[in-house]
């Protein structure tokens, strides 16, 4: 079975700090992507990469970053966060060019107080 | 533009009705069209993948079809443990586009 874990379920940080979200997959897969899940929004993308050090900017990108030194993890770095990316963060991976379906981790329920 | 549009919001059943989740998309070359399952708290599960127009896919009470411009998830005579909200996404280029999902409750 596919597994992708995220570093944390829940997470309450400050207006204004730094805030690391990790995500590891074990299928050696090539792309992985962020996206954020919001009532009433769905899930929006915010960043993915095809490759080791690859990354593309999806719907929402700002106030975002991202990084992959490694195939198997994925991180997203809010670089300073704000109340307004208060919200479900999900981690998915997929293989490559033929099967396109992308496995979901448990999610990262982000507070900004 | 890319879209996909779910209908209804949210579907209330009783145990054994059986009901039709739609899933409607405009993409400019469809290159597949996806069903998860998501859980309260939970990230979505993938249930199915459907290619061409045509295609039918099953696992245990649901069945996903295809038609060229939407799909349909039949839930046949329905559990409580089937309650979830259910995406449905294309794919569009590497990333999927994502409808806003049916939350489905079914009472015993």
């Known amino acids: 079975d596919v597994k992708v874990t995220q570093s944390s379920r829940y997470l309450v940080k400050r207006t204004g700090e730094k805030v690391f979200l990790e995500c590891v997959q074990d299928?050696?897969?090539?792309?992985m992507f962020w996206y954020r899940q919001d009532p009433g929004l769905g899930l929006r993308l915010i960043y993915f990469s095809y490759d080791v050090k690859m990354k593309e900017k999806g719907d929402i990108p700002e106030g975002y970053s991202v990084s992959r030194e490694k195939k198997e993890r994925f991180s997203l770095i809010l670089e300073s966060a704000s109340t307004n990316q208060t919200s479900m963060y999900l981690c998915?991976?997929?293989?490559?060019?033929?099967?396109?379906?992308?496995?979901f981790g448990p999610g990262t329920r982000l507070t900004v107080t | 533009e890319d879209q996909v549009t779910q209908s209804p919001e949210a579907l209330r059943l009783q145990e054994g009705e059986s009901s039709s989740l739609n899933c409607s998309y405009t993409?400019?070359?469809?290159?597949?069209l996806f069903w998860y399952r998501q859980d309260p708290g939970k990230g979505p599960e993938f249930l199915f993948t459907l290619y061409s127009a045509g295609e039918e896919k099953e696992k245990e009470r649901l069945k996903a079809t295809l038609t060229k411009k939407e799909s349909f998830l039949h839930i046949t005579a329905p559990k409580p443990e089937d309650s979830a909200t259910y995406l449905c996404a294309v794919q569009a280029g590497t990333a999927l586009i994502f409808g806003k999902g049916t939350t489905l409750s079914v009472s015993s």
């Open positions: 998915a991976s997929s293989p490559g060019t033929v099967n396109y379906e992308q496995y």
């Open positions: 299928m050696d897969h090539e792309n």
């Open positions: 993409v400019s070359g469809l290159r597949g």
